[in-house]
Nanobody
């Protein structure tokens, strides 16, 4: 099995910064993508930022220029550096990974348990 363990959420004032981290562990042969989604109350889960093997990244329009996703390959950890946070960034943030567990095996989606980010004065 694969586990994704997140950390780094919390309460921050508007304009502040937070860094989320997510470490993948377990039976992992290859990691194809890692990233972050978020879900605010009453809204659908949405992609925030993603990293794909090869180094490409993708961001939601609402966070471009403020958030940065990057990965430490040696630690199999993905980070989300969030700057200039706004109240509209308040949500539960979920780590996602696309992983194959054996050579030639199919890719599967895995999710973390979520970490709350609250932006409020």
């Amino acid at each position: 099995q694969v586990q994704l363990v997140e950390s780094g959420g919390g309460l921050v004032q508007p304009g502040g910064s937070l860094t989320l981290s997510c470490t993948a562990s377990g039976t992992i042969f290859s990691t194809y993508a890692m990233g972050w989604y978020r879900q605010a109350p009453g809204k659908q889960r949405e992609l925030v930022a993603s990293w794909r093997s090869g180094g490409s990244t993708n961001y939601a329009d609402s966070v471009k220029g403020r958030f940065t996703v990057f990965r430490d390959n040696a630690k199999n950890t993905v980070y989300l550096q969030m700057n200039n946070l706004k109240p509209t960034d308040t949500a539960a943030y979920y780590c996602h990974a696309e992983i194959s567990q054996q050579q030639g095996g199919f890719k599967s989606d895995f999710w973390g348990q979520g970490t709350q980010v609250t932006v409020s004065s």
